[in-house]
Each structure stands twice: as C-alpha cells, then as structure tokens.
C-alpha cells in the first residue's frame, strides 16, 4: 500500500521531536508517567491531529487498492462483486470527504483554539479572526471547495440510498440475477471483464483526485509550521 507522502512533512518532524523527548522520559513499564510540559502537551496534540490527517490520506490509498481486491471464493457473507464495488466507493467518498474536516480539527489545535471538536467547522475556524485572510484560510477555503464537490456522495450514501451510476448499475443488474440461477452462467466471464475495466477506471479517477488532495494538505501544512513554531516556544 501506498503510503501519503503528507507524513514527510516538516511540522510532523518538529512536533515528532518535543512529544519524543516526553516519551524519553516516561517509565518503560507505563506506571507513575511524568506530567507533560505545557509545550510537550501542545505537540502531542498536534502530532496526534496531524496524523489523523494523513492517516485517512493512507486509507484513501488502500481504498483505491481493495477496489481491486474481490475474491468470489473468499466472500462468505454473500456479497457478490458489484455489492463489494459500492461498499468500497462509498468508503472512500467518506474517507474522501472527512479529510477536510480532520484539517479543521488540526487548525484548532495548532492555533491553540480549544474548541470541542463538533464545533471545529467553517464558521468558527476559517471565518475566526486569528485565520480570516491568512495564507491558512485560504487554502482552508480550497480544501472545502474541493471536498464540496464530493459531499453529495457521501451524503446519498448515509442518507439515501447506495451509491450507483450507469455503468455500476449494468453490473449490478447480471451480478443479483446470477445469484438466482445458472441461466446466465456463459455471461461471467464477460461480466467479470466489464467489473474489471470498471475498477480499472475508477482507480484511475480516484488516484487523481487523491494526487489533487494531498497538493491541498501539503500546503495547508506548509501554512501551519510556522504558526506551531511560533506557539510551541
């Protein structure tokens, strides 16, 4: 698997670095473990919140790659491949869609915010004034401009109904009948081809809007190091 390049960032390394000289100190059998520093709280924190960040990234990533990954003999819960196509591309637009909000979360906690994490939205972190016509609003605002276009996705998927188009809907067609019988059994090797030039499309659209995304991440990091140096002095 793929794995983001988003953990090679900077402020990783530099939050990395205070939370490891805590863990340094911390005894080896986990009892009686020292009271963080105020700065060693404060780049636990963010390093937690940046992982969250490219820790979905990574996901997105083996989403991309289990697309790929139906076995017929190895499914005993009765999924057959199209079933197994949405319920990955669903995961996906919700992995897809929720990086932008673990952004948000990680904003309030670089600039030391201290909103519950429900309350982490456009209004109380882009629009604040500490961030309002900063460099991190607005790549803020092209992080959530990006994830828009996706929102309707996840939302018919936890809303409404299952996510379908033409192409997948022709397969899911064959697939549900050829469970009931055999009649079409001289079909699956053709159907079988039509799933896979389907997958092999979706990875392809897939993979560049992940490539798309992280570009957005990094600069969103980029804009971010210099305000968590500043505060974790």
Known sequence: MKVSIVKEHK????AGA???????RCNSDGTDDPIPTSQEA?????LLSFSY???CLDQLYLSIDMLSGFVASKQKNGLNRHDYLVYSIENYYLRLTSVYDRCLRLVNT????GLPEKQCSNATIVENEYIKGTGVAVVLKELDKFST???QYRNQA??????????LDKLGRFFYIRELDDEFEYLDRFYKGEADNFVK????EFKSQLCELEKKVLKLMDSLQGVYMEKSV
């Open 201 to 204: 499309a979706k990875k392809t």
């Open 11 to 14: 402020l990783k390394e530099l």
């Open 42 to 46: 404060y780049s636990i924190e963010v």
């Open 18 to 24: 205070i939370a490891r000289s805590y863990i340094r």
């Open 110 to 113: 670089v600039f030391r915010f």
């Open 149 to 151: 276009s996706f929102r």
């Open 158 to 167: 936890a809303h409404q109904k299952p996510y379908s188009d033409e192409n």
């Open 53 to 55: 960040v490219s820790d």
